[in-house]
């Protein structure tokens, strides 16, 4: 079982609501990414970063921001959520150098816009 | 556009049948090539991955082909059980460490 926790598990919330998606590994990875997944779909890129205080936009355009202030914590922000935000929100993180490219994910948050 | 096509989108095989997942790509710098396994409210995680200087890798049940000049790899589950059944998604990416760019999910389900 890898070591990425995320929290909420599920949340449902009104539009125009500020939302904070917490995503924390204990690995020591220097690697994060978010990615948004609709139910049996495949998964988006929207952000990733490589260290702290470095943070980069994904493949999928996406309206919501990140932070990587510490190592280990990559928090993603949702200024005032809206009904097309609702989906599954996985994070994930992989260590870097010879370690190869493996991506250990958290359970999702799965968030429901009304 | 880095793309990676994943095909079928759903797959129903019978205890103790050969699975067979193909998966596609266009870029030719993509160097890892993983697949994951993703069960109902779970994240995916690593089932088995290959680099492109290798044909083939198996592990246990599980085996990935490659065919390099195709830009072809495929997944096999071989003896699958009802266990197996979940999403799984092939992935791939540039230098090992760079972005994981994933196919679009084959659903299994493996009938007793």
């Known amino acids: 079982e890898a070591d990425i926790y995320q929290t909420p598990r599920y949340l449902v919330i009104g539009t125009g609501k500020k939302i904070t998606l917490e995503c924390s590994q204990t690995?020591?990875?220097?690697?994060m990414y978010w990615y948004q997944q609709d139910p049996g779909m495949e998964l988006h890129l929207i952000h990733y970063?490589?260290?702290?205080?470095?943070?980069e936009k994904g493949d999928l355009s996406s309206e919501s921001t990140v932070s990587r202030i510490r190592t280990e914590h990559f928090p993603l922000t949702l200024e005032s959520a809206r009904p097309s935000h609702t989906s599954q929100y996985l994070c994930?993180?992989?260590?870097?150098?010879?370690?190869?490219?493996?991506?250990?994910f958290g359970p999702g948050t799965r968030l429901t816009v009304l | 556009q880095q793309q990676v096509k994943q095909s079928p989108q759903s797959l129903i095989v019978q205890k103790g049948g050969i699975s067979i997942i193909n998966c596609a790509y266009e870029?030719?710098?993509?160097?890892?090539f993983p697949w994951y396994q993703q069960f109902p409210g779970k994240g995916p995680a690593l089932l088995i991955a290959?680099?492109?200087?290798?044909s083939e890798k198996k592990e246990g049940r599980f085996t990935i082909s490659f065919n390099k000049s195709a830009k072809q790899f495929s997944l096999h589950i071989m003896d699958s059980q009802p266990g197996d059944s979940a999403t799984y998604f092939c992935?791939?990416?540039?230098?090992?460490?760079?972005?994981?760019?994933f196919g679009q999910g084959t659903e299994l389900s493996v009938k007793p």
């Open positions: 994930a993180s992989s260590a870097s150098g010879s370690m190869g490219n493996e991506q250990f």
């Open positions: 690995m020591g990875h220097d690697k």
């Open positions: 970063s490589y260290g702290v205080n470095s943070t």
């Open positions: 870029n030719t710098a993509f160097d890892y």
């Open positions: 290959i680099r492109p200087d290798v």
């Open positions: 992935a791939a990416s540039v230098n090992q460490g760079g972005k994981l760019i």
